[in-house]
């Protein structure tokens, strides 16, 4: 961009050009620091900055993609004088912050690899409760609701939000999620998930998802990379800004159950630039939103795979098992399922601060600090009907045989889903410009924790028929009306499902604690330099070396049973009743349980021997599931960006080395299978990655550009199923030890990418996008070893059996 300035007393104008083209620039911004003096080029590419006073000045120049550029400008009383800023040639720089749709959407043509943008218009516009659910406005990005663990699945389903990314059909722990450019810390306790539902849609300017990987960013993203950037004082053209948002929630299936239904949100911001020439910024943002709400949930996972097996198959042979010529997914029926209702409230809270100082053109530093809090409360209440004594009976004279359901068990489960999720992030920072070379160094720390302290359940079922319930005799228990079962019972069951203060009462109480947190931190430094000789405009290179510590811990306690014959109405902690527990489908009414007046009947009973986490001992039982780990991250990388007229092509290459070490408890057996006081374990693992990549974008013009990528990635198996705990079984004569895997391979993938990209030159845009992903070691990985001792004899010199690998199945 090169251009020149006659200045005259009261005003400046000019013409911007494009020195490579001739051709005029629009859209570029003209600006003086620390003033209010501001305009943008027309479609000729000339501007005025009117009325300016008589003085000296620095003039600053800037458009998306291009370099910045400044000069000094002296206004005198009359006359004209004539400046000119250095000619400097259109070069693709770093994705920046875009403040509006307009820039955004310049962002996204200029990138050197396939990104999508949503801008702070974008979020300002969008009705939805948090970051999560605003990224799936965009193309090839689906919001999930639920996690992995059973507490987070349909208890978190329930609350109604989003909570996780999908990127091209992959799940979160395929994706590298970044604020302002850190890696934020993982908290999940059993994946590498980041929780998105605790951060707001408020207090950022710009999210970018990038759907490809260049060698400058982290290899571990075979999804993509999602980075949250916070807006900084130089965003603004004013010197100083105020913005407050205020906000107000109605959920209207609270209405339904006469539940809280409103929330509501409080938002400000403020920037200011000050000292010489407007060089140091200050941006600080504040926010507070709470939601109630009260859902219904619906789920069969429980009842599946843990404890009740409330499936068949319609169609079954006598041992019933799925006849060969039947696809055994269209023949399961069910024989159980809940219905319940979930209530809660959500208050999230937090700020951003940025620090910015800009010395001069070829310096700057900078400060960051985000942190967001989400605090849930969460209650479900599910109404239970369970098939028990399934049999099977023969299909007339044929071969086949159908399910006899003899037995329906009515029951009420209830339990709470409490969470607390924290999130925060820290970065020092800057760059320097040194003639050719540009030094980008960063230091930069990251916690994050995601906790259900107090997860406490109860429940009841009907004891008659030896605790199986009513007698049904029936070979279906629902039909399926818009995809929801209703059940095929009489009114006697449907009575007992809205009297479960009638049935006896059955346990006394059962506590589960859960904390996993981690914490990461680390620097790195990129350095660019610029060549501009033949087709070879920069090469660029760095390393980044990141480590973190996290540690997860999983405790019960179980109060045991009453036994004598009170029932669940009698024990005090009903304080009223929904009346209909799935309003307009299912409507008996299920029981308000006062968490509180639980928690007093828990106490009641509690004790430290009733610890009861995975086994007899109460060492074991305090340290089986409690795992801690470290990962240190070790990258490096080069790539170089060459032009060809308007072909731009940007080889690299990145090699990321990961040591990984943990610790867990090991629980034995003698050799009668007496459990035996534990002690820790240790295992360590090791990742080596070659990630080479290239990537081609043909420009033929400003409003359309052509992309085609080839790059790997890689994702690391979850820390609990490299150094999960390890215990041992012995039945039989076989001996069982069950532990973490720590030969899991990393999930690698050749990743290809093609797009095409049309830009309407009025903030609109088409992109038409092709990929493929060819993933390795995705199927063949297995969580937990298993070793057994069957037919081998033992060591010489030792009465301890000899262990064989047993791995072709998971355990």
Known sequence: MA???????????????????????????????????????????TFVLANVPEGSYTVTASRAGLHTSSTRVTVPKDGAVTVSFEAYTAVLEEIIVAANRYQASNLQMNASNTVDVMSAADLEHTAVHNVAEALGLLPGVNVMNTGQSFVGGIDGASRGEGMFTSIRGLNGEYNVNLINGVNVAQGMPYSREVQLSLLPPSGLSTIVVNKTSKADMDGD???????????????????????????????????????????????????????????????VSAYYDIRHYANSEMGAVMESTCCDNAWAFAVANADGSNPSNLDPSKNLETTGFNVGVSSGYTERYGGNVSLDWRPDDTTSAYFRLGYAVAQTEQNSTL?????????????????????????????????????????????????????????????????????????????????????????????????????????LVGSQIISQLGDVASLPARDRGELTEQYSGQVRGGAKLDTRYDVNAGPLEFIKFGVKYQDSERQVTNRDWYNGNFSDGRTFGSLGIISGNYSSVYPGVYNWSVPVIDQAALFRLYNTYASASNLDSCGSLYVNNWNCNTQKGTEAVTAAYVLANLKFNDLEVIPGFRFEHTAIHNTFWVTPHDADGNELAGHWGYNATHYNEP??????????????????????????????????????????GVTTITEGNPNLKAITAVNYDVSGQWDTGHGGSLVVAGYAKQLSN???????????????????????????????SPC
């Open 778 to 808: 995705s199927s063949s990985n297995i969580a937990c070893m298993r070793r057994d001792t069957t037919g081998l004899p033992p060591i010489a010199g030792s009465s301890s059996p000899r262990y064989r690998s047993r791995t072709p």
């Open 383 to 487: 109404s239970q009907l369970v098939g028990m004594g399934v049999t099977y009976d023969q299909i007339g004279t044929t071969g086949l045989y159908h399910p006899n359901i003899q037995y329906l068990s009515t029951r009420l489960w209830y339990e709470t889903n409490p969470e607390y999720s924290d999130l925060a992030t820290a970065q020092l920072g800057g760059e320097k410009k040194w003639g050719n070379w540009t030094f980008s160094p960063n230091v930069f720390l990251s916690w994050g924790d995601n906790d259900r302290p107090n997860h406490i359940e109860i429940s009841t079922r009907s004891t008659q028929n030896d605790g199986n319930g009513f007698a049904y005799g029936n070979n279906i228990l629902a039909t399926y009306v818009n995809g929801l079962p209703y059940p």
């Open 3 to 45: 251009f020149s300035l006659p200045a005259m007393a009261g005003s400046i104008t000019g013409t911007i050009v494009d020195p490579a083209t001739g051709k005029p620039l629009a859209a570029t911004a003209i600006t003086i620091p620390g003033t209010s003096y501001s305009t943008t080029s027309g479609e000729d590419g």
């Open 221 to 283: 993203a075979i999804g993509g990379t999602v980075d949250f950037r916070t807006p900084t004082a130089f965003d603004y053209n004013q010197p100083l800004m105020f913005s407050f948002t205020a906000s107000g929630r109605l959920e209207t299936r609270a209405q339904d159950y006469k539940k809280d239904s409103l929330g509501y949100g409080l938002a400000g911001e403020g920037a200011a630039k000050f000292g010489r020439d407007g060089q140091f910024g200050v941006y």
């Open 691 to 732: 990630l080479p990549s290239i990537f081609a974008n043909y420009r033929p013009d400003d409003n359309s550009v052509y992309r085609a990528a080839i790059w790997t990635s890689y994702t690391r198996p979850p820390f609990v199923q490299l150094g999960g705990g390890s215990q041992t079984s012995i039945s039989n």
